[in-house]
């Protein structure tokens, strides 16, 4: 009786069958993820699956990187566990759980919900574990024939020497989604398979911490293409700091900016501005940034530290803060803490999180921290600040002059033919020449924006006619780049627009009909320049 009943206890916490005495060894289900869902849930069987985790240095298992969503109102047929398959996580790079050595099986869950990827071929991803390709080119809404259909495949005998097994997930087309993770540890006891079942039901010692708590709840995110401009607009609008988007961004430097990469990688944006140049010009607009950032792998650590400091005595204090990569490959703001980590706001402007300090810098798509807060400062006169923005429009062309023709990243005009050979080159980013093409759009809708209020702010009749041609001259570059960013609309249909020859054709006339305004435009800065100076 006594076994019959460690047996049946066993059976709730892990969900297998009845088992034999603890001596023998089976296989048995010792977690389960319910990816992408903020709590535990027991299903129609009575199995628990665990609320979905990131990986911390504290934590037996967690995401890496990606971000989650939930679509609570389908309806998922053929399964004991449909409430799996109503939440996921998307776009992480992996999971890892940290497990006894010996065989493992894992059993991933999938069911395409999103109804912008309900076509055949519309999500595509690989995925590997411990560095074995296990899937490869995996689509889950035609693995499971159709649309919230659940479709579960068992990847087995992976054995694990370094205590780790890592799930990796590769994107092909859209983002990699996953709803749950069963992982099933081969040749147990009971009592192994019990303890390891308690081990990795743990949460982690340090949300259990009492670091007070701190939400600034007005602080919005600012919709932009330029997502660090719109984190920087919506604190100094939180901050009663009445500054418009156009100025913003041509006093950060943004609206004359442009940098591409030989292959279009959505990075190009990013990459630009190593920190300097842009925080030179923050004040210009009555602001400036306090940051905390890693140099490289090694002092990572070191920087989530400072991170997590930074962000604790600012809120406290009604600064607002924004970070890079925090919520994926953007900038977000962040708007409270608490002892489970950081909140942050980003595109819907819903608040996200928490996501545990420890894991900043594997929450995106890159190793990075980049966090900040925005501090209001006494702004230049208009004067000071347009001719600082000109000085910089200038030097990035000067940049772009001076890199070589094999840079990976081009700024500045020259930027322009790497876009159009990119744009022929068919192993360019498809989701990248989307991206590119609706940023620098932006940039130049604002640059346009921009001359026309330094035009009203300086009103000098010496100087007006010189803004106005500019002005013209970008007005041309906007209208030709809205034209490319129009045909490249971002709703992951990328690949087939770049293979089709003509489309390709109407977007190099495009381009290359603005940089030649561009080119003009760039001549009439420079002019406008040495006449303010």
């Known amino acids: 009786m006594r076994h019959i009943a460690l047996a049946a206890a066993l059976t709730a916490l892990v969900g297998c069958a009845l088992v034999?005495?603890?001596?023998?060894?089976?296989?048995?289900?010792?977690?389960?993820?319910?990816?992408?869902?903020?709590?535990?849930?027991?299903?129609?069987?009575?199995?628990r699956w665990l609320a979905d985790r990131w990986l911390t240095d504290d934590s037996a298992w967690g995401a890496v990187g990606g971000a989650t969503a939930e679509r609570t109102g389908m309806a998922v047929a053929g399964t004991e566990a449909p409430d799996v398959y109503l939440s996921e996580r998307y776009g992480m790079r992996g999971y890892?759980?940290?497990?006894?050595?010996?065989?493992?099986?894992?059993?991933p869950h999938f069911a395409e919900t999103?109804?912008?990827?309900?076509?055949?071929?519309?999500?595509?991803?690989?995925?590997?574990?411990?560095?074995?390709?296990?899937?490869?080119?995996?689509?889950?809404?035609?693995?499971?024939?159709?649309?919230?259909r659940p479709v579960v495949r068992n990847i087995g005998d992976v054995r694990v020497r370094d205590g780790r097994l890592r799930v990796e997930f590769e994107p092909n087309v859209q983002n990699p989604e996953v709803n749950g993770i069963e992982i099933v540890a081969k040749g147990i006891t009971q009592n192994e398979a019990e303890r390891m079942a308690d081990e990795l039901a743990k949460r982690p010692p340090s949300t259990a911490e009492d670091v007070g708590s701190a939400v600034l709840g007005d602080l919005r995110w600012q919709p932009n293409w330029v997502t660090r401009l719109g984190c920087i607009g919506g604190g100094l609008s939180y901050l009663g700091r009445d500054v418009s988007p156009p100025w913003l961004a041509g006093t950060s430097g943004y609206v004359f900016a442009l940098n591409i990469h030989s292959q279009l990688c959505p990075s190009a944006p990013f990459v630009w501005d190593n920190g300097e140049a842009f925080d030179a010009l923050t004040r210009n607009a009555g602001y400036t940034l306090e940051r905390a950032t890693n140099e490289s792998e090694e002092d990572i650590a070191e920087a989530r530290s400072a991170a997590w400091e930074l962000v604790r005595r600012a809120l406290n204090e009604g600064t607002p803060c924004f970070s890079f990569d925090i919520g994926g490959g953007e900038y977000?703001?962040?708007?409270?803490?608490?002892?489970g980590g950081y909140y942050y706001r980003g595109f819907d402007n819903s608040s996200q999180g928490p996501i545990p300090w420890q894991a900043l810098g594997t929450t995106g798509i890159v190793d990075v921290v980049h966090m900040a807060a925005v501090r209001p400062a006494e702004p230049a006169d208009d004067a000071?600040?347009?001719?600082?923005?000109?000085?910089?429009?200038?030097?990035?062309?000067?940049?772009?002059?001076?890199?070589?023709?094999?840079?990976?990243?081009?700024?500045?005009?020259r930027a322009y033919d790497r876009w159009i050979a990119a744009l022929r080159d068919p192993e360019s980013n498809p989701h990248g020449a989307s991206f590119n093409a609706q940023y620098w759009a932006e940039c130049r809708r604002l640059a346009v924006a921009f001359l026309q209020e330094a035009s009203?702010?300086?009103?000098?009749?010496?100087?007006?006619?010189?803004?106005?041609?500019?002005q013209a001259h970008y007005e041309t570059v906007s209208e030709h780049l809205d034209a490319v960013a129009e045909a490249l609309p971002m709703d992951g249909q990328w690949g087939a627009r770049l293979k089709d020859a003509e489309?390709?054709?109407e977007l190099v006339t495009h381009l290359e009909a603005a940089r030649a305004a561009e080119a003009k435009g760039l001549a009439a800065l420079s002019r406008l320049l040495s006449a303010m100076e």
């Open 503 to 505: 489309l390709v054709g």
């Open 456 to 470: 009203d702010r300086l009103g000098n009749a010496r100087l007006d006619p010189l803004l106005e041609e500019a």
């Open 96 to 107: 890892e759980f940290r497990v006894p050595n010996g065989v493992y099986a894992v059993r």
């Open 332 to 339: 977000f703001v962040v708007h409270g803490y608490d002892k």
């Open 114 to 148: 999103y109804e912008g990827a309900a076509t055949k071929g519309a999500r595509v991803f690989s995925v590997a574990v411990n560095d074995e390709e296990v899937l490869k080119d995996f689509d889950p809404f035609d693995a499971a024939g159709g649309l919230a």
């Open 20 to 47: 034999s005495p603890a001596t023998e060894s089976w296989d048995t289900v010792v977690l389960r993820v319910n990816c992408g869902a903020a709590a535990d849930y027991v299903d129609l069987d009575g199995n």
């Open 384 to 413: 000071t600040a347009v001719r600082e923005a000109l000085q910089f429009a200038l030097a990035m062309q000067q940049g772009g002059e001076d890199a070589p023709d094999d840079a990976g990243y081009m700024p500045g005009i």
